[in-house]
T-cell receptor
C-alpha cells in the first residue's frame, strides 16, 4: 500500500482563501520535505521539516513525527500558488529510500 | 540558487533502442538522483549516487543503469527502451541526504518510447 498518503488529491480555492494540505506516513521515517511542482514540471523544495513547525511567508509546515503526519498550511492563497504540492519521506533501514506522495493538485481561482 | 541542467528536454525513442539522459550540476553537490514521474505513481527513485564513480540502486532500478563519471555529471541509461519507460525523468542534487539539505531539481526530460 501507499506509504505516503496525501490529501486532498485536488483542491480548488478562491483567491484569498486558506488551504490545509495533509501528508500521512504508514512507515517510520527519518525526515520529510515538502515540495512545490510548477505547472509544466520543475520542483522546488519548500520545507525540510522532520519535526515541529516552520514558517516561510504565507506557508506553514507542521510535522508530528510520532504521529507520522505533516501538514502544509497556505494562508491568503494567490493564483500563483496553483500547482502540485508533494511531500516526501526519507528512511534509512538496510537501504536508503526516498518516497514521494502522489501530491495535492491546487488550483486557485482569481 | 543551485543549478541542475538536464538534457535533452524531450526525446522520442523506439522500443529496443538505447537512450541516455544526461544531468549536470554546478553546485559542488555530492549527492545526485534520478527519479521518474508517472501519472498515478508520483515520483519514484531509480538510482542515486553520493560519490563519483559509484552509483546505488533506488526503488525501481530494473531496466536502468546509471553512471557518475564525475561529481558534476550523472547519466541515466536505458539499454533497451520499452514502452513502460515512457515518463518524465527528473535529476536532482543535494549536498547531503534529504535530511540534511534541500533537493534541487532539474527541469525534467520527457521521454516517449514508441
Amino acid at each position: 500500500g501507499q506509504q505516503v498518503q496525501q490529501s486532498p488529491a485536488s483542491l480548488v480555492l478562491q483567491e484569498g482563501e486558506n488551504a490545509e494540505l495533509q501528508c500521512n506516513f504508514s512507515t517510520s521515517l527519518n525526515s520529510m520535505q515538502w515540495f512545490y511542482q510548477r505547472p509544466g514540471g520543475s520542483l522546488v523544495s519548500l520545507f525540510y521539516n522532520p519535526s515541529g513547525t516552520k514558517h516561510s511567508g504565507r506557508l506553514t509546515s507542521t510535522t508530528v513525527i510520532k504521529e507520522r503526519r505533516s501538514s502544509l498550511h497556505i494562508s491568503s492563497s494567490q493564483t500563483t500558488d496553483s500547482g502540485t504540492y508533494l511531500c516526501a519521506l526519507e528512511r534509512w533501514t538496510n537501504a536508503y529510500k526516498v518516497i514521494f506522495g502522489k501530491g495535492t493538485h491546487l488550483h486557485v481561482l482569481p | 540558487e543551485a543549478a541542475v541542467t538536464q538534457s535533452p528536454r524531450s526525446k522520442v525513442a523506439v522500443t529496443g533502442g538505447k537512450v541516455t539522459l544526461s544531468c549536470h550540476q554546478t553546485n559542488n553537490h555530492d549527492y545526485m538522483y534520478w527519479y521518474r514521474q508517472d501519472t498515478g505513481h508520483g515520483l519514484r527513485l531509480i538510482h542515486y549516487s553520493y560519490v563519483a564513480d559509484s552509483t546505488e540502486k533506488g526503488d525501481i532500478p530494473d531496466g536502468y543503469k546509471a553512471s557518475r563519471p564525475s561529481q558534476e555529471n550523472f547519466s541515466l541509461i536505458l539499454e533497451l527502451a520499452s514502452l513502460s519507460q515512457t515518463a518524465v525523468y527528473f535529476c536532482a542534487s543535494s549536498s547531503g541526504t534529504l535530511s540534511n539539505e534541500r533537493l534541487f531539481f532539474g527541469h525534467g526530460t520527457k521521454l516517449s518510447v514508441l
